[in-house]
């Protein structure tokens, strides 16, 4: 499976952004799904996890309200919906992939994962 997470870029706080992951390589609508992000000099962290029909969601704390993960197997896309960005949010995202159509919140339960893209939210 290969991830290409693209929508990055540079907002003021208070802005929003919409991330998108393409996946190929097959069996997307089968996997649950994950965007985890690390800003500089921090661990990698949960964000948020979607399963495979996109009927069950979850989300760190910190981003409640303002964040919503969504798919579209018909076009083998992941989104990430950003809203009331903060500069606490900047980091670099990563969409993942699992083997199983369950969520998770934890990284080592992903199998693969796409590049990143970098958010820069400025105060």
């Known amino acids: 499976v290969q991830l290409q997470a693209s929508g990055g870029g540079l907002v003021q706080a208070g802005g929003s952004l919409r991330l998108s992951c393409a996946a190929s390589?097959?069996?997307?609508?089968?996997?649950?799904m994950g965007w985890f992000r690390q800003a500089p000099g921090k661990e990698r962290e949960f964000v948020a996890t979607i399963n495979w029909s996109g009927r069950d969601t979850a989300y760190v704390d910190s981003v409640l309200g303002r964040f919503t993960i969504s798919r579209d197997n018909a076009k083998n896309l992941l989104y990430l919906r950003m809203n009331s960005l903060k500069p606490e949010d900047t980091a670099v995202y990563y969409c993942?992939?699992?083997?199983?159509?369950?969520?998770?919140?934890?990284?080592?339960?992903?199998?693969?994962w796409g590049q990143g893209t970098l958010v820069t939210v400025s105060s």
């Open positions: 993942a992939a699992r083997s199983s159509s369950v969520i998770a919140r934890t990284g080592y339960e992903f199998d693969y």
């Open positions: 390589g097959g069996l997307f609508s089968t996997r649950a």
